[in-house]
């Protein structure tokens, strides 16, 4: 068998539609060759869904091109470029360490990016080495995966590839390649780009190509790019709310982290809350709170200003006219976002159909939660099951007055207890990848080359609504500790 035969029989399905955008968007670059590249993680499930060969691809060859080695037929590699607001700053970026070898077509007819990050230095890389560790890829790896059995749209992690190769953060660490799967990496600060370059017909090659892409259900009529915004408006706020709903906290909300697609993008400090407390940041590097989880729908509609302020020249010929029609379609980003949150909530709590004291009766809970510390997963769980959990919560005079007036609303509904349980059921997870286990499985992997740790934390967090007997040590609490936990970059 040629290498080439080996190659193709991996499935390899590529088309190359970014690359025909107008050459500012990206610069052609091949991965950097590594010392021993070695597969480490393939997400075989994935792999097939893709119209991959999984036995292919965890040969040498496959290995090869998970690390950045070699580069498969019909990839064309190139890095993206792009701007962004990091933490309310204007910059230029581009893919510093990654390389979108292409797009592969799935069986179903699906268009999916296929990038490599940590890949070796692109011409973005602003004096960076362009490698990642092994550590914050598995994360990513870790938490894409765990997003995407929750229901969270998300890019989603196909393999992780060990280098051989050191990379040099405050220490020597293990070097590694992720492989990473999206809708597309188109993003706000992508749109940010073309309209920093002043190139109006540019801008709109790009936003056609996304429209196409993404949005072809649009008419191609003169308001096309303000139903683009509203799209972009519409699958935010509904990805946020659910962000919110599972605890998540993002970490790093800059706009180039935005995609169009309305996809989660970029798992570098985020993390899951336990006690719930909306002020929660665990980002080392956002001191002023600014991604706080409370702070989240917020950054959200500020983000999608900034992609409005893009389209403006899209929007209409007269300057005034064209800031109306942004302003109006931003301003309903606050209101969509508000009613799919109170919709997930209802969900979590078992109810169906609105009565107008719902949302009062939420926030009721959340209040106490936090006064009590409460874990928030662990909280819905244990109201899903039924049973009083250890939280102190549960033993106080005021939740008493506030389950009266929870099973009071139940009971006002046609639908059975049965049927109540069975909707907390599907939206309360039972487990989420808690962060001390995340660190634990990480420490294994990096320290001692031991996997089975972060496999099984996978098995727990992929059935996240499960509820099975397996899963409960992946339910209990940290140890207490008098240092907050923090998450890094990982660049």
């Known amino acids: ?63 090869e091109i998970f690390a950045g080695s070699r580069v498969p037929d019909g990839a064309r590699p190139l890095a993206q470029a792009y701007c962004g607001h990091q933490f309310g700053h204007f910059t230029m970026l581009g893919d510093g360490r990654a390389l979108l070898l292409g797009e592969q077509i799935t069986p179903g007819g699906k268009r999916v990016d296929i990038q490599l990050k940590g890949s070796g230095r692109t011409p973005y890389s602003r004096g960076g080495d362009g490698r990642a560790a092994l550590g914050p890829m598995l994360r990513e790896y870790i938490i894409s995966e765990a997003m995407h059995a929750l229901g969270i749209p998300t890019t989603r992690s196909l393999a992780v590839a060990s280098t051989g190769q050191p990379v040099t953060r405050e220490r020597d660490l293990p070097g590694a390649v992720l492989t990473r799967v999206a809708a597309s990496h188109i993003r706000v600060g992508t749109f940010q780009y073309a309209a920093a370059r002043g190139n109006t017909e540019d801008l709109r090659a790009l936003a056609d190509y996304t429209l196409e892409r993404h949005y072809p259900e649009i008419p191609k009529d003169d308001d096309r790019y303000l139903s683009l915004l509203k799209g972009v408006v519409q699958r935010q706020a509904a990805l946020i709310a659910k962000w919110m709903l599972a605890g998540f906290i993002h970490g790093v909300m800059n706009t180039d982290n935005m995609t169009i697609s309305g996809e989660t993008i970029d798992y570098g400090p985020c993390a899951f809350m336990d006690t719930y407390d909306p002020a929660t940041v665990f980002s080392s590097i956002d001191s002023q709170g600014r991604y706080a989880y409370r702070n989240q729908p917020r950054i959200g509609g500020w983000n999608l200003a900034r992609f409005a302020e893009t389209l403006l020249p899209l929007l209409h010929e007269d300057d005034e006219q064209a800031v109306k029609l942004a302003e109006e379609a931003i301003s309903q980003f606050n209101g969509l976002y508000q009613s799919h949150w109170l919709a997930g909530m209802r969900a979590k709590l078992g109810l169906f159909g609105e009565e107008p004291e719902d949302e009062a009766l939420v926030d009721g809970l959340l ?42 609303r139940l009971g006002r509904q046609q639908e059975t207890e049965a049927a109540s349980r069975e909707l907390m059921r599907s939206s309360n997870p039972a487990v989420i990848p808690r962060n001390h286990r995340v660190e634990e499985a990480l420490e294994a992997a990096e320290n001692d080359g031991d996997f089975s740790v972060m496999h099984r934390l996978l098995e727990a967090v992929t059935k996240p609504y499960a509820y099975t007997p397996e899963q409960e040590g992946y339910c209990s609490l940290p140890a207490d500790s008098t240092r907050p936990y923090r998450t890094y970059c990982g660049t």
């Open 367 to 408: 209040r106490l939660m936090h006064e009590h510390r409460a874990d928030y997963t662990n909280t819905f769980r244990a109201l899903t099951l039924g049973q009083q959990g250890a939280e102190t919560l549960f033993g106080t005079e005021e939740f008493a007055r506030w389950q009266e007036q929870w099973k009071a």
């Open 1 to 63: 068998m040629t290498e080439n035969h080996a190659i193709i029989e991996s499935g390899w399905n590529f088309d190359n539609s970014y690359a025909r955008l107008p050459e500012a968007f990206f610069s052609e670059q091949g991965p950097s060759a590594v010392r021993s590249p070695e597969l480490v993680m393939l997400n075989r499930s994935l792999a097939v869904s893709l119209g991959l060969n999984p036995e292919a691809l965890q040969s040498a060859e496959g290995a």
